[in-house]
């Protein structure tokens, strides 16, 4: 047994030999071509893990994590990998414990409207399961036709339905999971409402693989709403953009999204698909209402009436997914487009108090014009959560020290304005190290408090915490 403060450095080929008894078959990866896949995820970074192993029992976890912490090998717990901060990177070593072999929607219930399901289920999959029985999941990542309710949930993921339905965290009703020493927690369950004892199962939520490894969650289901309707509009100015999402409020509309694009964002998706728009354009809105067939029609005429004293230079319809698809595909091709205003981004999702979004865009977009670097904002507007991404190329060491100054004023200008430098990406190793700009001491010593009571050799994701 390791001491109690020491981590492995690496596997030993008696660790190998105890893998490979437990991981029978391909259920161990140790060749570092297919391991090399489970070492990185969205954000681009990458390290090679030890070994991978995939776990289709939790009996299995049980005796994994038994193992790894009277060895002290550290756990890098992952799903798909669409995360966008490297929370699923090994950067510190370790063996990643992929959830994928966990798959199993375990139970959808139309009368409890809740789902039990394990954590390797994907997400896009799970809700079209619940659609066949009027039941709606809302949360929705951009990743949700890949990525997992497991790595949903250890990062609270959060998404364009967010500003009505709420983010992952407002769905979990239970966890269930192996904890260092093979210890079972099972935190809530299927009540909605339950406050007996602190919230364990929220504790879970978000925690990036770094307090235990979910073997089963527990799901809130809505009713579904029978549709929906899409208005996207352009605007003259950022600011006009900006007044009509604050005149959409004002009128008692609370959208199911309420998503902007600035000048810079709507240019990149110009250059990749023919765009509605016309070419003075500084901001877009793209705005969708849900509920009864019957009420959407007055609920389109509503969002027009409300947006039209900000001087829209157009705006588009759509009732119903066909009608619709057209105008989100064009938000959802930002991400892609934005690399046509450089080779390189660094991704940022920051939230600010909403009363400030107007102020926090128009600096960032003075933050990159002054650093000399392309500065693209957009995202989910309605929570005042904006992807803030610079464009640079990284092979010019000038550019990458001046986009990381960017990086570094778009944190501190968000800070003074009360906002968070993670909205819904969380912090994992590319925003690491300015947890401290936000979290006081005495808040990081309560985390790190939290992390040892779960966790006391620190086997689980090293190097994701909050210190
Ligand atoms: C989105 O809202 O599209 C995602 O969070 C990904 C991104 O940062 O673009
Ligand atoms: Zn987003």
């Given amino acids: 047994m390791k001491s109690s403060t020491s981590l492995a450095t690496a ?23 297919q391991m090399a896949v489970y070492g990185a995820d969205s954000s681009r970074r990458s390290a090679m893990p030890w070994a991978v192993v995939r776990p289709r029992t939790e009996e299995q976890v049980v005796e994994l994590l038994t193992w790894a912490e009277s060895e002290r090998v550290p756990l890098v717990p992952r799903a798909r990998g669409t995360g966008m ?3 699923a990177v090994p950067a510190f070593g370790g063996v990643v414990v992929s959830s994928l072999w966990l798959n199993c929607v375990l139970d959808i219930d139309a009368d409890d409207f809740c789902a039990e399901v394990e954590p390797g289920v994907v997400t896009a999959e799970f809700q079209a399961l619940t659609q066949k029985q009027k039941l709606f999941y809302p949360p929705d ?12 949930v250890a990062t609270c993921a959060g998404g364009m339905r967010a500003v009505k339905y709420g983010v992952t965290r407002d769905y979990v009703l239970g966890v269930r999971a192996v904890l260092p020493g093979g210890r079972i927690v099972n935190a809530g369950g299927r009540s909605h409402k339950n406050v007996v004892g602190l919230d364990l199962a929220r504790l879970f939520v978000g925690s990036c693989g770094t307090l235990g490894i979910f073997t089963k969650l527990t799901l809130k289901l809505l009713p579904l709403p029978e549709g929906s309707a899409t208005v996207l509009a352009a605007f003259p100015t950022l600011a006009d953009a900006l007044s009509g999402a604050r005149g959409v409020f004002r009128a008692g509309i609370l959208p199911t999204a ?11 998706v110009g250059q990749i698909k023919d765009v509605p728009w016309p070419k003075e354009t500084q901001a877009v809105l793209v705005l969708k209402v849900d509920g009864s067939n019957a009420s959407l029609a007055a609920e389109l005429a509503r969002l027009e009436v ?45 939230a600010v108090p909403r009363g400030s979004t107007v102020q926090a865009v128009e600096g960032f977009q003075a933050m990159g014009a002054e650093q000399g670097v392309q500065v693209a904002c957009y995202g989910h507007l309605g929570d005042g959560n904006i992807h803030v991404n610079i464009f640079y190329d990284a092979s010019d060491a000038d550019q990458r020290s001046r986009a990381q100054a960017c990086k570094e004023t778009v944190f501190r200008l968000t800070l003074s304005l009360g906002g968070t430098i993670s909205g819904e990406h969380g912090t994992g190793i590319t925003k690491g190290p300015y947890v401290s700009w936000q979290l006081g ?4 010593a309560l985390m790190a408090g939290i992390k040892n009571v779960f966790d006391p050799s620190g086997i689980l994701n090293p190097g994701k915490g909050w210190s």
């Fill in 85 to 87: 901060s490297g929370g």
């Fill in 141 to 152: 990542p951009a990743s949700l036709k890949i990525s997992t309710l497991g790595g949903n």
């Fill in 11 to 33: 596997l030993t080929p008696a660790h190998l030999r105890f893998l490979e008894s437990l991981f029978p078959g391909e259920g161990l990866v140790t060749d570092p071509t």
């Fill in 258 to 268: 309420m998503e902007f694009m600035d000048a810079k964002a709507c240019w990149a």
């Fill in 441 to 444: 001491e005495e808040e990081r």
């Fill in 306 to 350: 409300a947006l039209a004293p900000a001087h829209p230079l157009c705006l588009f319809k759509g009732l119903g997914a066909q009608e619709e698809e057209p105008l989100w595909e064009l938000r959802r091709l930002v991400s892609p487009a934005g690399f046509r205003l450089g080779p390189d981004k660094l991704g940022e999702d920051v």
